[in-house]
């Protein structure tokens, strides 16, 4: 391991991530929810800022960029669409890699729930930042995108090693277990919901998952067996998508 990950909670249900890496010492944030809680997580590692990488636009991962980078000193780097907060000074898309130190984050296209969303992967220690594409039992809402858009970077995303952490960027994974237990009977998924359900009792974070968790359990990259009824995965997809949005429990 390269990197060091600190994850601290922010706003109501945001995480903040801080990411070292060991070798140079150079740090970044994946998002910026509060520029604030990130200036005092910092504070309390003793660590710098070097970078800011943005998952995607929205300003519960955008919104503290500017205060950031004006105590810091630190470059701002994200998809285009992080331009509708502030440009970006670094733009970033598919296929592109960040360095920060010796760690190499590749930037993979994870559009869907905004039109540009970026996951960034560090192959070497196999570590996932996945904003608001996939959750743990959940994925992003698709307010810009659609569901064929969503499940093709759903695709990239668990096509990833199996053994990647994957750090999502919001504590929803008890909704999201309440939801995921309507839909779907596997004995793994109840058993998954059970230690959620007794986690968030005791106050525990159930963030990050991995990639063999969620393809085992999540029930929207489960939705071609959960809707054999519909042929078209991205499809099927859709359709579970659409059942958690009018989903009251
Ligand atoms: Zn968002």
Same mark, same amino acid.
Not at 41 to 66: F, Q, R, S, V, Y
């Given at each position: ?9 922010? !706003? ?25 809680? &990130? !200036? *005092? ?7 710098? !800022?070097?970078?800011?990488?943005? =998952? ?7 919104? #503290? ?5 004006? *105590?810091? #000193? ?5 998809? +285009? ?18 360095? @920060? ?22 192959? +070497?220690?196999? &570590?996932? /930042? ?7 039992? #959940? ?17 990239? &995303?668990?096509? @990833? ?7 999502? +960027?919001?504590?929803?994974? +008890?909704?999201? $277990?309440?939801?995921? @237990? ?15 359900? *007794? ?6 974070? =159930?963030?990050?998952?991995? &990639? $063999? ?20 995965? *991205? ?11 009018? /989903?009251?429990?």
């Amino acid at each position: 391991m390269t990197l060091t990950v600190r994850q601290f909670p922010c !706003l109501s249900d945001n995480y903040g991530f801080l990411v070292r890496d060991d070798a140079s010492g150079k740090v970044a944030c994946i998002d910026t929810p509060d520029a604030e809680a &990130i !200036l *005092a997580e910092l504070a309390k590692a003793g660590w710098g !800022l070097d970078l800011i990488l943005n =998952t995607h636009w929205h300003p519960d991962h955008a919104g #503290g960029n500017e205060a950031l980078k004006a *105590a810091t #000193g630190c470059t701002v780097v994200g998809p +285009a669409e992080v331009a509708r907060i502030a440009a970006p000074d670094r733009v970033v898309a598919h296929g592109d890699h960040v360095m @920060l130190g010796d760690t190499r984050f590749d930037v993979i296209d994870t559009g869907g729930h905004t039109l540009g969303h970026v996951t960034f992967f560090d192959a +070497a220690d196999h &570590i996932a /930042f996945v904003g608001d594409t996939l959750f743990a039992l #959940g994925c992003g809402r698709l307010f810009e995108g659609d569901a064929a858009q969503m499940w093709a970077s759903l695709q990239r &995303i668990t096509d @990833l090693p199996d053994d990647t952490t994957v750090y999502c +960027a919001h504590e929803y994974t +008890a909704a999201n $277990a309440r939801f995921a @237990l309507s839909v779907d009977a596997d004995p793994a998924l109840k058993a998954r919901a059970d230690s959620i359900f *007794a986690a968030r009792e005791r106050g525990e974070p =159930t963030v990050p998952t991995s &990639i $063999a968790l969620e393809k085992a359990t999540n029930p929207f990259l489960r939705a071609p067996l959960l809707r054999p009824d519909i042929a078209n995965p *991205a499809e099927a997809f859709g359709a579970v998508r659409a059942a958690k949005d009018a /989903f009251k429990g």
